[in-house]
């Protein structure tokens, strides 16, 4: 009897052991698992890569050579990349991790920007490496970030891609003449266009109303008066009673503002290196 109680003793000791073992080596596989997919979601080829499946394959083909060929001309890697999950993270520390894992910008002395769409939450992320900080600086990034935001809304996604391409081309540019985009120096909102628009408008007058002044004092033949009694017929009007009536009244309210935040838009995240949003 004692020894049937031993046994059952240790199968049951032996059973829990197993069951143990089974759930450690379960733990280590989804471990490895999860660890694989996410080594897997940070491979990163070219200088495009649509994991979301945002793009047609010509799209992507031809921003990856726009993309390239901006590189090479710079001598600073031009990146896109989509996703469907970054993982819960940071988009801007998920962006470096992809280029120092990749070994991105390696071919351009570590130089890059690099453009990444999740779809997840909906986010949006601009992080620059290397010398391409200088021409990207915080308030350039978030400028970028403006401009795109309505297709980014819209996903008009390749419209929103193309532009980043040709911003970054003028950024770099910008960048090469010593004249980088800051809060000092304003992307695409300097008073130029106004300006000459304002010009134009008030020469034209000017020159229009010399030409009108001019034709009306050739025909005006009659010699002007000095009051409007002088216009009329003697006897004709006979003014009885004078009096002055209130007609209308009107208030006017407005809301005055108490936000006294400045710079930057609404929404947006920027660190050193990178700025971040929700479109």
Avoid at 11 to 39: D, E, K, N, T
Avoid at 113 to 138: C, H, K, N, P, Y
Avoid at 176 to 203: A, C, D, N, Q
Wanted: charged share 25%; aromatic share 12%; net charge negative.
């Amino acid at each position: 009897m004692g020894r049937i109680k031993k046994a059952k003793k240790t199968r049951q000791i032996f059973l829990f052991l197993a069951s143990f073992l089974a759930g450690v080596l379960l733990h280590q596989g989804v471990c490895g698992f999860s660890v694989q997919a996410s080594s897997e979601s940070l491979m990163f080829s070219g200088m495009v890569q649509d994991d979301a499946g945002l793009l047609t394959a010509g799209e992507e083909e031809a921003l990856e050579q726009e993309c390239l060929d901006l590189s090479d001309r710079y001598n600073t890697g031009v990146y896109i990349v989509t996703t469907r999950d970054f993982g819960g993270f940071d988009i801007k520390d998920w962006q470096r991790e992809l280029f120092e894992k990749n070994r991105l910008g390696e071919n351009f002395g570590g130089s890059g920007i690099m453009l990444a769409i999740s779809m997840s939450e909906r986010d949006w992320g601009l992080v620059g490496f290397g010398a391409a900080q200088e021409a990207f600086t915080t308030y350039g990034r978030e400028r970028i970030g403006e401009l795109i935001l309505d297709d980014l809304s819209d996903e008009e996604f390749y419209e929103a891609f193309s532009k980043y391409v040709s911003l970054a081309d003028d950024y770099l540019t910008a960048a090469k003449e010593g004249k980088p985009y800051t809060e000092k120096h304003r992307y695409g909102e300097g008073y130029r266009i106004p300006l000459v628009i304002g010009v134009s408008f008030l020469l034209s007058l000017c020159i229009s109303l010399v030409i009108v002044m001019s034709w009306k004092k050739s025909m005006n033949t009659r010699v002007r008066q000095g009051g409007a009694m002088e216009y009329l017929k003697e006897g004709s009007f006979r003014l009885q009673n004078r009096s002055d009536q209130f007609l209308y009244h009107r208030v006017t309210k407005r809301k005055l503002s108490n936000d006294s935040s400045s710079g930057g838009s609404s929404g947006m995240h920027s660190d050193s290196s990178g700025t971040s949003g929700k479109f």
